[in-house]
């Protein structure tokens, strides 16, 4: 009974996470208690696993087709943006479980990190405060405020500009 009340609860957040439309997306993640500020914007296709874990903090944007596996938690600051088809995981199988046994620990991401589309950021990770990741990186440990990585696994490319005035979420594609 247990499985399929989990099977018809991820159903039901894949579902809302279809609905065009910001406002009414907003209403069904807020019934299924996935919280999140009203300066942040959460794009189209999100699958999200344990929404009551995540949270997300002001002028934050989640692009589309991502996936936050709140199972263990995610913290993500504000003025974060995460592009197209990121990848949060926070649980994992353990290679080395004679039963395929799972592992992980919650994923932290601080204000103003930048998550370039299709990066992968693996459970327990600490992407630190403006730190960027380039498209396509897959991250397996935390990185460090202010440089940016990639590649697979993800190494330290360069350092990036502190002096950032922006706030994401004000402007966001209706209907998206």
Known sequence: MKSFIVGLWMFLLKIVG??????IRRIFYYLLRFRYPKSSVVYSGLEVRSPARIKIGANSVI??????????????GSNVNLSTGVWIWTLQHDPQSSTF????????IMDYAWLSCRTVILPGVKIG??????????????????????GVPA???GKRNKDLKYQLGNNHIPFM
């Not at 279809?18 to 406002?23: G, L």
């Open 18 to 23: 279809n609905i065009p439309s910001h406002t």
């Open 63 to 76: 692009g589309n087709n991502c996936i936050l596996d709140g199972r263990k938690g995610i913290n993500i």
């Open 101 to 108: 046994a799972t592992k992980g620990d919650q994923v932290i």
């Open 129 to 150: 405060e403006g730190s960027v990741i380039a498209a396509g990186s897959v991250v397996t440990k935390d990185t460090e405020s202010w440089s940016i990585y990639g």
């Open 155 to 157: 190494k330290m490319i």
